[in-house]
């Protein structure tokens, strides 16, 4: 059996259709009282509303349910109330049991939208039978019904709709005798009247007219919402044509519209109003217009200046603010009353508008309205407070003007947070206003987010005045002093990483120094250095102090020593490296520092494939690290934190020979000292190669580790005030600069011989030469380590390529020989002539694992494959592809062509090789060897210890 067809809808709350549903849906619903019997029913494909009782089988049911309520009523009337009571009700039910014939006939012709014949039917019978509510109302609803639907215009039937002896007018009175009967009846009305309203042709010259008459029988009937009323007027005015649309308001539509919602006179005047692509031009004819109309409809009048602030609000939205300024000013004009409102809605519009960055056009109109009204005045001065703030990185002159603007408009303005600090912010000079300024926000203040800015104002502007750049007297530059040393300290103690800190400290230090207030200038260095362990400026801090330090007479070193303490001062370049892009800054000049200083923060982590080569690169060749971190770890040197109280200084032993380490020349004991709340300053260096420098007990606390021709050494902040610990520090920077050392028995550190990296014994690497071959390697990715694929770039389908690079990235480790190099930004092309398929390549300088154990003069026969594929490029192309030349030959003063190199991709590695090596020779034998066990060794080892995704583009 097939399903019912849902051919039925019901109205919802609001009279519009919901459904479809089944017959036997409606008749269940209907049965159990969830439908009520008054409910109109639609079927699908019609238009018209009709009732239940007069749509079959609905009818029928609603009958029998009638009647055996009547049969109900009865049988307890029977049992109850004995034979009168029978009598009456016998009577009742049979006057309720048979309706009129007139009446049925009346209610099929109004079911079937028959309104007018309904009408001919009705009114006779309501005439003999008044008493009828039944009759009564259905002969109302046929005349409003027969109103609305009619074809065509009814001429001055709309008139006579709102007078006496109109067909409108009649069924009022007919609703007025009917609707009384009870609420279910009003309930009806609201639905039937709300539904004739929709029978109004859209094309009737008069529909709005219709619409009208109707709206204002359901108002006076208490059978219509007044604000629901309105929007259906409305709905039918903008239907209208727009050449129509003044003529509509001007009769008694728009007046009726605002008597039932004086809110929307926005809507009822803004129909007449441009729409937002107007012209600025075209706006202010349009507005002008208006005015004249609303002068000759004095109704009007006061409603316009509402409808243009309504309108006003469309044209902030669309960021029109000229055209917004139109509107606003002509209300403001048109009714002096409506300034508050103006005033209110432009600085709404006004501080939207300075969000969007332009401070200058609010100022501007600010300017020109700001005196209009009183409720302006406070939020006027916000605004420009705020125009201010947004000029003053750009403009700061004219931010001083705006703000300055401020406070003449409310003076009580100066007194907040904001502004008060905006008033030190924009000062153009250090003076004793500004400084009475910084000393009542402070004060006031004493949590404001921007009292770490203040503090450093005075502390930057006490050095400008001792300087004598602002021509201070003595008093002057005194006063400025008293106050920024306290600021100075507070900056120190709760905001050590306030930007610039340390540069403002140290230059106030050294104004202190310069004024005789040496013992000061040392305990803001101290805490500077306590504060800010990590400081750029540590070095420069620290040679400072030493010479305050002289000043005071107090832990320095004999007379003998302060020369060559000075050269070593002006000499000694030391860079520190707080984040690792600037180690690239030594790839083209690795002479231009002698100590490069990692700090505290710059991590292990942070440094890319390419940053690491670079600075194990600088290391070999010569350079001297300092680091105190897991950058260690890229020098296989471990590390493990000793945990100390922090604040506190330790006394530390030389922990080898002073004679065979010249740096401890002198050197007695010395003090390190653990800075801040940082205890993990000190620490103990593991390596097969550590030669320990200070130590306490059996825990080492400073040593030092050769790194080809350089070293690495764990340096930590140690007494200068006494002199072992001033001895060590001049001893340990002649050291790094390579100069004598005065006394030392011995002038270089020779240190164990360096275990070479021995090669592992591993299977060969997995050879891909054809797609086959690919396709069955990547279903067994998951046990594939090294793999050498020896196809050209055409001949691997895209996806293979992203899947091969996926692998790559996750941890694998690719050979290459073909121009597949370019693929993964490799700089690769064919020799210049065949005599370079078959040669020696010379092993370059480089600190590549790969070239343990390989002599650096060393040169490894090779022979290319058919194509010949080499890596070109400069030397700093290579820096940029990020990639490690081993094996090349030079080609000129500038470039190199490159045999075998490696590329760092995400956590794996691709590695460009010659074809084949001369195994005859132990050269070439230890570099092949090297190469397969150091592939091994990153893919089976280093995929935690490689540095994030450092994937490079592809290029052709």
Not at 55 to 82: N, Q, Y
Not at 733 to 744: E, V
Not at 895 to 920: N, T, W
């Amino acid at each position: 059996m097939t399903e019912p067809h849902a051919i039925w809808y019901l109205p919802d709350e609001t009279g519009q259709p919901e459904g479809p549903y089944t017959e036997d849906q409606v008749l269940q619903w209907l049965q159990i009282g969830k439908v009520p019997e008054s409910t109109r029913i639609m079927r699908e494909g019609t238009t018209d509303w009709r009732p239940l009782e007069g749509v079959e089988p609905f009818a029928s049911v609603i009958r029998e349910g009638r009647a055996a309520s009547r049969r109900r009523t009865l049988r307890i009337a029977m049992a109850v109330a004995g034979p009168v009571v029978i009598v009456i009700a016998i009577v009742v039910g049979y006057i309720v049991l048979a309706a009129p014939p007139e009446v049925r006939q009346g209610r099929e012709l109004f079911d079937a939208g028959k309104y007018a014949e309904a009408s001919g039917v009705l009114e006779p019978f309501v005439s003999e039978h008044r008493d009828d509510p039944g009759a009564t109302y259905l002969l109302a609803l046929s005349k409003v019904s027969e109103y609305a639907s009619a074809k065509g215009g009814l001429g001055g039937d709309f008139r006579r709709a709102l007078t006496r002896g109109a067909p409108l007018l009649e069924a009022k009175k007919l609703f007025q005798v009917a609707l009384p009967q009870g609420e279910s009846w009003m309930e009806n009305a609201k639905k039937d009247l709300a539904q004739a309203s929709t029978l109004i042709p859209e094309d009737a010259p008069d529909a709005v007219e219709r619409a009208l008459a109707i709206a204002r029988l359901r108002d006076e009937l208490g059978v219509g919402d007044p604000k629901q009323l309105a929007q259906d007027l409305l709905n039918r005015v903008s239907a209208r044509p727009a050449n129509e649309t003044l003529r509509t308001l001007d009769n008694e539509v728009a007046l009726q519209v605002l008597r039932w919602d004086p809110s929307r006179a926005g809507d009822v005047l803004g129909l007449a109003l441009p729409g937002e692509d107007v012209s600025l031009r075209d706006l202010s004819r349009a507005v002008e217009a208006l005015r004249q109309w609303g002068k000759r409809h004095r109704a009007l009048t006061t409603l316009l200046p509402s409808a243009l602030l309504q309108r006003a609000d469309r044209f902030i939205a669309a960021q029109k603010y000229g055209h917004t300024e139109v509107l606003l000013s002509a209300s403001g004009q048109i009714d002096r009353g409506m300034l508050p409102d103006v005033a209110r809605k432009r600085l709404a519009y006004l501080k939207r508008r300075l969000e969007t960055g332009d401070a200058a056009g609010v100022v501007q109109v600010l300017d020109r309205t700001s005196g209009e009204s009183s409720d302006m005045s406070t939020g006027a001065a916000k605004l420009y407070l705020d125009a201010a703030m947004q000029l003053r990185e750009k403009e700061k002159s004219k931010a001083q003007q705006v703000l300055m603007k401020a406070l003449k408009l409310v003076p009580t303005v100066a007194k907040t947070e904001e502004s008060a600090f905006m008033c030190i912010e924009l000062a153009p000079k250090p003076d004793d206003v500004k400084l009475r300024r910084c000393r009542a926000y402070l004060r006031e203040y004493p949590e404001s987010r921007h009292r770490t800015e203040v503090l450093m104002t005075i502390v930057a502007d006490a050095a400008t005045v001792v300087r004598g750049q602002r021509g201070y007297t003595r008093s002057g530059a005194k006063k400025y002093l008293d106050a920024a040393e306290p600021a100075a300290k507070e900056l120190l103690q709760r905001y050590p990483e306030a930007e610039e800190l340390d540069a403002r400290i140290f230059a106030l230090g050294q104004c202190l120094a310069a004024n005789n207030r040496t013992d000061k200038a040392l305990e803001l260095a101290w805490a500077l250095l306590e504060a800010v362990p990590d400081t750029r400026m540590r070095l420069q801090v620290e040679q400072a102090a030493a010479r305050w330090r002289r000043q005071e007479g107090r832990g320095t070193l004999p007379p003998e020593f302060d020369e060559l303490a000075d050269r070593v001062d002006r000499e000694l370049k030391i860079m520190t490296l707080s984040a690792p892009g600037a180690v690239r800054a030594l790839a083209s000049d690795p002479t231009a520092v002698h100590v490069l200083e990692v700090t505290k923060n710059c991590t292990a982590d942070k440094f890319s494939s390419e940053e690491r080569e670079l600075l194990r690169q600088w290391v070999f060749q010569g350079g001297i690290l300092w680091a105190c971190n897991d950058v260690l770890s890229f020098f296989d040197i471990r590390f493990s934190m000793v945990r100390h109280g922090p604040g506190r200084e330790y006394a530390c032993d030389p922990a080898v020979d002073p004679g065979w380490c010249p740096i401890l020349t002198g050197c007695r004991r010395i003090g390190i000292s653990v800075p801040g709340r940082d205890p993990t300053m000190l620490c103990n260096l593991s390596h097969e190669q550590v030669i320990p420098l200070w130590a306490i007990g059996d825990q080492t606390h400073m040593s030092m580790v050769p790194y080809g021709n350089g070293w690495i050494i764990d340096k930590k902040p140690v007494d200068l005030n006494k002199y072992d610990g001033a001895r060590f520090w001049l001893n340990l920077r002649l050291f790094c600069l390579g100069w004598d050392i005065p006394g030392a028995e011995k002038q270089t550190i020779e240190p164990p011989p360096r275990s070479m990296w021995a090669a592992k014994t591993v299977d060969q690497p997995n050879v891909i030469t054809t797609a086959d071959e690919l396709s069955e390697a990547f279903a067994n990715l998951g046990e594939q380590r090294v793999m050498w694929v020896r196809m050209m770039k055409d001949d691997i389908s895209s996806e293979a390529l992203e899947e091969l690079k996926k692998w790559v990235r996750s941890g694998g480790v690719l050979w290459l020989e073909t121009d597949l190099g370019r693929k993964f930004a490799y700089r690769v092309g064919l020799v210049s002539s065949p005599d370079r398929l078959r040669g020696q390549a010379e092993v370059l300088e480089s600190a590549f694992p790969v070239l343990d154990g390989v002599k650096s003069d060393a040169k490894v026969g090779y022979a290319l494959s058919s194509d010949g594929f080499v890596v070109i490029g400069t030397p700093g192309s290579f820096l940029r592809q990020r990639i490690t030349p081993l094996l090349g030959w030079q080609r000129g003063k500038a470039s190199r062509s490159v045999i075998c190199a490696v590329r760092y991709e995400g956590k794996g590695m691709v590695l460009f090789r010659p074809a084949q090596i001369d195994m005859s020779n132990e050269a070439g034998r230890r570099f092949d060897a090297n190469l397969l066990s150091f592939s091994v060794e990153v893919a089976e080892r280093s995929l935690s210890q490689l540095p994030p995704d450092d994937r490079g583009d592809d290029d052709e």
